[in-house]
């Protein structure tokens, strides 16, 4: 979009991005508590993720004929199911949570011991881990940069695994106790993970780490609003509870009830931004008077929630009337979808191909569209005949193929015959997905069969009309007994010339044509043979 000065002075302006609802609280805003142990049953909760819009809780026994349960909720904090920790005879059971939701895969640990969950709470991974001596692990999260699992007690080092358990960085705790561990892919330093300190007689406190060096530095003392205790927990830090922002995640194991704390982190305007043409990020400016300036609004999906519209305001402010302008945008998230169907034009359902006229042929089909605008889109063109099929393949943007029929039925590596229709279809493919056209349409191929060797005596005349009665295909079968035009037609009682069969000088001998009366109604027909002062009738019925 262009901005134009059409006045007789400087335009000084700003540009801010605005979302809906709170995402536009600072950040470290408590945002809201969701009680969640009086709903469970259970007063002895640990860690939290979100995935897959569902809370997943872990919890410890609430009894001793129990087990530690991992919890399901909804995201309004209401219990779905449930299901089993690792029968292990530990104490605690599972203390924190990670989530992998590239993959789907809640991760937690028992003792020196890492498991991987399906949502469904069915196990997929499981690796021993050594902690430098310490036992029991606290803390966990996944690192989605590095693909990477920190893990750490109390007070022990964090310690980064693979999925397969090889061990492959350590970072110093710098002399914190360590809770909880999150991790923030896009936060804006270098500072991904975070970790809950809480000394012994002092405030929850939030600290985070370079990975890659290993310095850290407090972010944030956690006071609630109401005054509530912020007890040892699990934390975590997601773009997926709510759409418009990344939120930091607390289990509160409180005497006055367990809950999950929800804190602001930072409102998600990733995917919207202003440019001054394809680089530089456009937040404010000066456009000189009688000047222009263009802007370009880059859109971004990647990692947004699929089959959601996302809403947001630019907010245009300058020193013209009105002062300010504002600009909607929505940018409605469909996911990875196959190509769209799409139709196939010619030949038309049931078009007759005769060689002895012309053996070429063009198929034409319409473009299909890929909503996913980064993916190509080929093509491949299916012949079948006989329970026999095969394809060749087409170029992107390309939306027909021409060749003579019988030398593409070679190609393929199928036979053609008179009494066989040829079906054909188009195939969209782009990426991984695959389209079929709304479509498979049908074919007569009627290719002029000659009999007889050179030298055979040859009858003139209409020889066969096979079947009779037919329902939509029968086979003339005439002779010529000397080189001259022939002209088969056909025509309805009243005498109405329907269909010319064929009109050409043909070799000498008997041959076969086949007509294709689809389209005709149910009755009699004459079959009419002429040539120079010869004629040969025969009637036929079609019977639908």
């Known amino acids: 979009m262009s901005v134009e000065n059409t006045g007789n002075g400087p335009l000084e302006w700003t540009m801010e991005r605005h979302l809906p609802r709170d995402a536009d609280v600072a950040p470290w805003v408590h945002r809201e508590s969701i009680m969640v142990g009086d709903t469970i049953g259970n007063s002895r909760l640990n860690g939290v993720v979100f995935g897959n819009d569902h809370f997943f809780v872990s919890g410890r026994r609430i009894d001793d004929d129990s087990l530690h349960q991992i919890y399901v909720l909804s995201k309004d904090g209401e219990l779905i199911r449930s299901f089993d920790q690792p029968d292990v005879g530990d104490r605690f059971g599972m203390r924190d949570l990670a989530w992998d939701k590239h993959n789907s895969i809640l991760w937690g640990a028992v003792e020196q011991v890492v498991y991987g969950y399906s949502a469904d709470g069915e196990q997929v991974a499981r690796f021993e881990v050594d902690l430098g001596g310490r036992s029991g692990i606290q803390a966990i999260v996944w690192d989605e940069i590095n693909e990477l699992i920190w893990v750490a007690a109390t007070v022990s080092d964090i310690f980064g695994f693979t999925v397969e358990g090889e061990h492959q960085a350590t970072l110093n705790r710098r002399g914190l106790r360590i809770y909880g561990l999150a991790y923030w892919p896009d936060a804006p330093d270098d500072y991904k993970l975070y970790d809950l300190y809480q000394s012994t007689d002092g405030p929850s406190q939030v600290y985070k780490f370079n990975t890659a060096t290993g310095d850290t530095t407090l972010v944030k003392t956690l006071l609630h609003p109401d005054g509530l205790a912020i007890d040892n927990g699990g934390i975590f830090a997601t773009n997926q509870f709510d759409v418009y922002s990344w939120v930091f995640m607390h289990l509160a194991d409180a005497a006055t009830g367990d809950r999950i704390d929800i804190w602001q982190l930072d409102a998600r305007r990733d995917w919207f931004k202003l440019y001054f043409g394809e680089d530089e990020e456009a937040d404010s400016g000066r456009i000189d008077a009688s000047q222009s300036t263009d802007f370009v609004l880059k859109l971004n999906s990647v990692d947004l929630p699929q089959d959601v519209v996302f809403e947001s305001m630019l907010e245009f402010y300058h020193n013209a009337v009105p002062f300010m302008d504002i600009i909607d945008v929505s940018l409605d998230v469909i996911g990875a979808r196959p190509p769209e169907v799409f139709n196939l034009l010619e030949p038309a359902d049931w078009d007759t191909i005769n060689p002895v006229f012309d053996d070429s042929i063009t198929f034409v089909w319409e473009l299909s569209n890929d909503p996913n605008v980064e993916e190509e889109v080929f093509y491949e063109l299916w012949l079948e005949a006989d329970g026999d099929s095969g394809y060749i393949d087409i170029a992107t943007d390309q939306s027909e193929y021409a060749g003579e029929l019988t030398a593409l039925s070679e190609d393929i590596g199928f036979g053609l015959d008179v009494d066989i229709p040829v079906s054909w279809w188009v195939r969209a493919i782009s990426g991984e997905d695959t389209t079929e056209s709304a479509d498979r349409f049908n074919l007569q191929f009627m290719p002029n069969f000659i009999e007889g060797k050179a030298g055979t005596p040859v009858e003139y005349g209409l020889h066969s009309i096979y079947p009779t009665p037919f329902n939509s295909m029968t086979t003339v079968r005439f002779g010529v007994d000397m080189a001259e ?60």
Not at 527 to 543: F, G, H, N, P, Y
């Open 485 to 544: 035009r022939i002209v088969l037609k056909v025509y309805d009682l009243q005498g109405r010339e329907v269909e010319t069969l064929y009109d050409r000088t043909p070799e000498v001998g008997y041959h076969k044509i086949a007509w294709n009366a689809t389209s005709m109604a149910s009755g009699l027909y004459i079959i009419r043979m002429e040539s120079t002062s010869r004629v040969r009738t025969a009637k036929v019925a079609l019977v639908r």
